[in-house]
């Protein structure tokens, strides 16, 4: 849900950024009824196992409110596609099933930025940050750190 907030405040104020960093970022409507999504987010089944005791995480089924709201929030996003602007890279597990990855390359073909880049990961689920392989996480880690070098200047 963090790429659907930072697009609908970009959407909302487009020149308050100079930036997006977008990870399966939630810009198309679909919704899982699944209880326990950590199978479908984490492919690493040892930091699996260790999600059970983030406790931050919310654990049980998205009531109906919320369920509406981001829907609705994708759906606007949808429509407005064409209007996000800024420099982004996107980055995306390729076996992600809550997001499909079809998402991030709407995203990326549909914005008018132009400089915009989309990283798929193999094998990646949704959370390439966290869930995945060490390798992996460093991969995707060590590309965002690229693009930010390489879209700031050191004061």
């Not at 409110?65 to 606007?76: F, G, H, Q, R, Y």
């Not at 996107?90 to 930025?113: C, M, N, R, W």
Request: glycine share 4%.
């Amino acid at each position: 849900m963090g790429g659907a907030i930072a697009l609908k405040m970009h959407l909302k104020e487009p020149q308050a950024w100079d930036g997006l960093i977008l990870v399966a970022p939630m810009c198309k409507a679909k919704l899982f009824p699944k209880k326990d999504m950590r199978p479908l987010f984490y492919r690493d089944p040892s930091k699996r196992k260790l999600s059970y005791f983030d406790v931050i995480s919310y654990d049980d089924q998205a009531r109906l409110k919320t369920a509406v709201e981001l829907l609705n929030a994708a759906s606007d996003i949808e429509m407005q596609i064409n209007k996000v602007s800024l420099p982004m890279l996107i980055l995306h597990g390729d076996a992600d099933i809550v997001i499909d990855p079809t998402v991030s390359k709407f995203l990326y073909e549909q914005a008018t930025s132009q400089d915009k880049t989309l990283k798929l990961y193999p094998g990646g689920y949704h959370c390439i940050l966290e869930g995945d392989t060490d390798e992996n996480i460093f991969t995707a880690i060590n590309d965002i750190v690229a693009w930010l070098d390489a879209h700031t200047t050191p004061k």
